[in-house]
Each structure stands twice: as structure tokens, then as C-alpha cells.
């Protein structure tokens, strides 16, 4: 599975950001899908997971209500919509794959990440 994440930048607290990941080298469709950031110093945190038809999503409790995770399998890619951004979401964000979904919630171990992509937002 390969993985490739892009979209990250520097914005300011409260804009929106969107990110994008492009799978490659497995049917997508066949994958959950995430996204996992690691902040700076701080521990690595598993955001937004999607099932592989998107029934269903899981986020972490400190983006609830403020990130969406999409997937389009016609296209292999999952995106992460970012808005309300605040300066603890400046992270490396990876695009990550698992076969199972709820891998991305207990034990939060999955099978395959991609390169990541940085946010940095300023206050």
C-alpha cells in the first residue's frame, strides 16, 4: 500500500484547511482509511478514521464537530476537512490504511502509513 498525502500549510487559527491522500498499489475500496498526526513533542494522536464504504467514521474527541473525513474509492483517495483550526492542531499529518477499521480505534495499530504532510497554525 502506498500512501500519499498532501495539502498541509501555515493558516491562521480559525481558517479551514482540507487534506488529501492518494492510495496506490491496492484496491482502496478494500481498506479502512485515516488520518494520524504526531504534534511536535507531544504523543501521536489517531484523528479520523473511515470505514471502507464510509458507513462509518470515527474522530478523536479534540477534532469532533470540527474535521469530516471523506473517501472516494472511484478515485483511491481520503481527504480531511480541517476547520475552526486552533495552534494545537499543528501536527505531521499521515494518511494511514488498515484492513480492519477498528484497528484505527483499539488498538490504534495499523498496517500501513504514508508520508507525511505538515500543518502549522499560527495564533
Known amino acids: 500500500v502506498q500512501l500519499q498525502a498532501s495539502g498541509g500549510g501555515l493558516v491562521q487559527a480559525g481558517d479551514s484547511l482540507t487534506l488529501s491522500c492518494t492510495i496506490s498499489?491496492?484496491?482502496?475500496?478494500?481498506?479502512?482509511l485515516g488520518w494520524i498526526r504526531q504534534p511536535p513533542g507531544r504523543e501521536r494522536e489517531y484523528v479520523a478514521a473511515?470505514?471502507?464504504?464510509?458507513?462509518?467514521?470515527y474522530y478523536s474527541e479534540s477534532v469532533k464537530n470540527r474535521f469530516t473525513i471523506t473517501r472516494d474509492n472511484a478515485k483511491s483517495t481520503v481527504s480531511l476537512q480541517m476547520n475552526s483550526l486552533e495552534t494545537e492542531d499543528s501536527a505531521v499529518y499521515y494518511c494511514?490504511?488498515?484492513?480492519?477499521?477498528?484497528?484505527?480505534?483499539?488498538?490504534?495499530?495499523?498496517?500501513?502509513w504514508g508520508q507525511g504532510t505538515l500543518v502549522t497554525v499560527s495564533s
Open positions: 498499489g491496492v484496491t482502496a475500496s478494500k481498506y479502512a
Open positions: 473511515i470505514s471502507w464504504n464510509g458507513g462509518n467514521s
Open positions: 494511514a490504511a488498515d484492513e480492519n477499521y477498528s484497528d484505527f480505534i483499539l488498538p490504534r495499530k495499523v498496517d500501513a
